[in-house]
Each structure stands twice: as structure tokens, then as C-alpha cells.
């Protein structure tokens, strides 16, 4: 630990050193952005590219993709191992950290909770303090409306009680605990976006979804409609809701991508911290989904029902005033045809191509073969 601090401590107060310069002269402040190889993660990169930042992803490419750096230096690496986030740390001198490296499926959180509390929970703490004792101290984390939980009949806001249904959920508020500690007893900055479901892809069709296997019910709907799949399962049809089914607030990944750069604005800013919600205030249920993705793709797709699944609540709608009133946010998408055509756009027109394009982990430039 003494080495550690030590070697850390040329970071404090290196200002000229902890940023890049561009061909014309200007300074770009580096933000270290763990799991940057992922569907939210690196919508957030090429954001903070265009908002003028060097997004420096760090990432053990364990559900990441090469593919999808593209806007600053790929830099492979788990958050647990403090040499290498030093080594990475020490060369960049990053302002902030974004830390979306944590495993985000309900599902398989039940299945698996050593997943969750080893991954999202111990590494976490441990790069908390690697990050503490490299004097690197604002920080942006990717939290989610899972911690809530609970049974709610109307829009959720930052003072409803965090009683989380699902282990992924648990790990998310534990995270939260910790960094309000670290505030209070290092002095961390710390944001957490308690975002709810993110869908859409890259309106650029740059990027969008790509897991396998995929879990998240938007993609498994289109690739029914693709036919990838001979149906689409609905979990639960019995649910406290108009139709029977789960309810959710559907937020595109693109306004998700700017609200972490306005969230880490404000962290480097040092005049917020807390957490705030990410979403569009509207709810839509799971048939609804179903039928607008019919309407947009013009296909039949076929569902079937199954029992309910632990850890889903029936409802989960946000009230982001908060996230209006603070950081100036509010979601540009809301037409769920809208954010569906761009999913299916993805998977029509680009998903199919990302195996030709390969990345230079150093550069981040692409190459196509």
C-alpha cells in the first residue's frame, strides 16, 4: 500500500500532465470510463468525445467489444487489479472516473449472486481504493432503478425508499453506500444515474446492442421479429397493470450517454453529488412494446407466457425532475417508434457488420479488412 501511494501521489496536483492536447491547441480533460466497451458505456464515450473530453476506456473485455471503442484509447484491464488501474491512471491522469463496469442482468443475479457481490461489490471497493489512493476522486456511477424495487403505482423520485428486489439491484445500492462514505470520510465527489431500462441504439448507426446471449427484452423482441427466435417469452401476465404485464420506463441510450456527460461535468464541477434519476416519465407495458415493434417493423411476432421472474417489479416509471432541475437533462427521445426504429435500423444495418471492423487498442482508430 505504501508503494502504491506513493507512485499514485505523482497524480496530485500534475494538472499539466493529466491532459491531452489536440493538433490546434486545445486542452482535453481525460475521463477514465470503466466498462467503455459496453452498450451504455461507449454511447457515453463517443458523447464525451463530441462534448470535447479524451474518454480513456478501461476494460477486461469479459461483455465488452473492441468494436465499439472508437472515440478514445482502449486500455484492457480488471478493476480490481491495482497495478494495472495505476499504470493506466499514471499515464493518463484522468479528472474523473465513470465506472460502468458491473454486470447489470436481474435474471442472472438471482441465479449467480457471487457474480454480482464478487464483481459488482468487492472489485468496485477495490478499485474505490486504488482510486482513493491515486487522489483520483470524482466519479460518476452507473447505478440503476433496481435499487428501488417494490411495488409502486406512480412515477418514482429520489426519496422512495431503496428496497431492491434482485441481487443486481442490492449491489447497486451497496455501491451507492460506499461512495457516500468515501465522501464523507476522503472527500469523493460521487453522482449516481439511477437510469431505468435502457433501449435504442446510436442514431448515427454507430453502435447499439450486442450480447450473447441477449437478455434484454427490446433485442430479444426484434430478433423474434428478425426470426432469430420462433418467439418472444413475457414473464408474467398477471401483474398489478393495465394489461398484466410489467411496466417500464424505456430511456434511449443516447440520452443516457448525455446525461453522464453533464453528470460528470457537474462532479468536476464539485457542485453536486448525490443521486438522480435517469428517465422519460412514461411507461410502457411489455404488449405495448410488442406492438410497437410490430408497427415499426411490420412483422408478425409471436409471444408465449411464462411465470413470473424473481426479482421484476410491475412497475417502474421515473420522475426525473431532479435531473432537469440540477443538471439541465431531459430525455430528447420519447416516441417509443422512434427509439424502436433505431433498434431495428442496428439490427438490420449494423449489427450484422461489426465483425469486419477492428480496433487498435492504443489509438482507438478502426481499420475495416
Known sequence: MALLRARCGQHAGGRDNSTARLDHGDIVHNILVTGGAGFIGSQTCKALSRAGYLPVTYDDMSRGH?????????????????DRMREVINRYR????????????VGE????PDLYYGNNVIRTGLMLETLRLCDVRNIVFSSSCATYGGVHDRAIDETVEQRPLSTYGFSKLVVE????????????RSLALRYFNAVGADPDGELGESHDPEPHFLPRVLRTAAGQEPFIALNGDDYPTSDGTCVRDYVHVHDLAHGHVLAVQAVIDGGTTGAINLGTGRGSSLLEIIQVARRVTGRNIATEFWPRRD???AYAVADARRAALVLGWKAAYTDMDQIVAHSWRWMCNGAHRVREVTIEPRAGTESVR
Open 311 to 313: 426479482g421484476d417489479p
Open 94 to 105: 484522468p479528472e474523473a472516473v465513470i465506472h460502468f463496469a458491473g454486470y447489470g442482468y
Open 177 to 188: 453506500r460506499m461512495l457516500s462514505d468515501y465522501g464523507r470520510a476522503f472527500g469523493f
Open 66 to 82: 473492441a468494436w465499439a471503442v472508437r472515440w478514445g484509447p482502449l486500455e484492457r484491464g480488471n478493476i480490481a487489479d491495482a
Open 109 to 112: 443475479s438471482m441465479e449467480s
